[in-house]
C-alpha cells in the first residue's frame, strides 16, 4: 500500500507560480510511476502531467507544457508539480496519483493507477 498526501495548492493571480508536493509513504516510492490529474468543478478529470519511475521520462497535456513541470525526488519519497504562468483555467482540484511499475513507462489514464491522494485546491484568479 502507498498512501499520497498532496500540499502546495493555494489561490494566486493569473500569471503567478505554486508547486504542489504529493508526498508518499508506506512502500519504497522508486518503483512507481506517477501522475497529477485535476478536476474542475462540471468537468471529467483529466491528466496534466506523469513521470516513469526513475524521472526520466515525462508527459504534460498540450494546455500546460511549457508552462508546468513535473519532477521527482525518490530520495525524499515526494513528487513535485512546478506551475508557472497560471492562467483561470487552470483552476480545479490537483490530485496526485501512482502506480507500481517494471519498467520506465508513464501512465496517463486513470484507471492505469492504483493509489490516489485526496488532492489539493488551486485557484488562479483574474
Known amino acids: 500500500q502507498v498512501q499520497l498526501v498532496e500540499s502546495g495548492g493555494g489561490l494566486v493571480q493569473a500569471g503567478g507560480s505554486l508547486r504542489l508536493s504529493c508526498a508518499a509513504s508506506?512502500?519504497?516510492?522508486?518503483?512507481?510511476?506517477t501522475g497529477w490529474f485535476r478536476q474542475a468543478p462540471g468537468k471529467e478529470r483529466e491528466i496534466v502531467a506523469a513521470?516513469?519511475?526513475?524521472?526520466?521520462?515525462?508527459y504534460y497535456t498540450d494546455s500546460v507544457r511549457g508552462r508546468f513541470t513535473i519532477s521527482r525526488d525518490n530520495a525524499k519519497n515526494t513528487v513535485y508539480l512546478q506551475m508557472n504562468s497560471l492562467k483561470p483555467e487552470d483552476t480545479a482540484v490537483y490530485y496526485c496519483a501512482a502506480t507500481w511499475t517494471y519498467g520506465s513507462s508513464y501512465y496517463t489514464l486513470a484507471d492505469q493507477y492504483d493509489y490516489w491522494g485526496q488532492g489539493t485546491q488551486v485557484t488562479v484568479s483574474s
Open positions: 513521470i516513469s519511475w526513475s524521472g526520466g521520462n515525462t
Open positions: 508506506g512502500r519504497t516510492f522508486n518503483a512507481y510511476a
